[in-house]
Nanobody, 121 residues
Framework: VQLQACGGGLVQAGGSLRLSCTAS????????MGWFRQAPGKEREFVAA????????RYTNSVKGRFTISTDNAKNTVDLQMNSLKPEDTAVYYC???????????????WGQGTLVTVSS
């Protein structure tokens, strides 16, 4: 699976951005997809995930109510709509696929390149 992410940028606090990740290669429908992020000096952390049918979504607590993950199987894409952004959301965001969405810790099989999100105060 190859993952191509886009949509990062600079936004003021309270603003919105939409990240998109397109998958190619192996059968898209067999995988969980989602996003991790890594802030400067911090470990990579889970942000959100969705199963291929879109029937199950999972978010880290800090983004619940602000971020929405969605998938379009026809286009092999997964999007992350980020609203009410905060400076602490600043990070490189990485698209992933694979792993068990209901596991305590999601362990991705594939990673996309990161896309930088910067939220200014």
């Amino acid at each position: 699976v190859q993952l191509q992410a886009c949509g990062g940028g600079l936004v003021q606090a309270g603003g919105s951005l939409r990240l998109s990740c397109t998958a190619s290669g192996r059968t898209f429908g067999a995988y969980v997809m989602g996003w991790f992020r890594q802030a400067p000096g911090k470990e990579r952390e889970f942000v959100a995930a969705i199963n291929w049918s879109g029937s199950y979504r999972r978010y880290t607590n800090s983004v619940k109510g602000r971020f929405t993950i969605s998938t379009d199987n026809a286009k092999n894409t997964v999007d992350l709509q980020m609203n009410s952004l905060k400076p602490e959301d600043t990070a490189v965001y990485y698209c992933f696929s694979g792993g068990n969405i209901v596991a305590e810790t999601i362990r991705p099989q594939y990673w996309g390149q990161g896309t930088l999100v910067t939220v200014s105060s």
